[in-house]
């Protein structure tokens, strides 16, 4: 089975969309909490920067994050045609 040039670059940019989203998830998930003790020097309406990040900060971005990709995987779809119908 062969595939055709649009189906290379559907899922050249679906792969692309992935991994940038790993890494995202990757950073607020692992990264900022490693970091967390160089964080708290920063302060922010009185909260440490590194508190902020574990209790509040990373769990705002995962959503943002998931509202982001459902956009960009949506316009994706829609431009080689693979869009669900509603």
């Known amino acids: ?3 055709t040039p649009m189906a ?3 899922w050249r940019r679906t792969r692309n969309l992935m991994w940038t989203t790993l890494v995202v998830w990757f950073v607020f998930g692992f990264l900022v909490h490693f970091f967390v003790g160089w964080l708290n020097e920063i302060v922010i309406f009185g909260f440490p920067l590194g ?3 574990a209790a509040q900060g990373s769990l705002i971005v995962f959503v ?3 509202f982001w990709f459902s956009a960009k995987q949506n316009r994706i779809d829609e431009e080689h045609g693979m ?3 509603e």
């Open 8 to 10: 290379e670059e559907y």
């Open 64 to 66: 943002i994050l998931i």
């Open 83 to 85: 869009a669900e119908e």
């Open 51 to 53: 508190f902020y990040m």
């Open 1 to 3: 089975m062969q595939s």
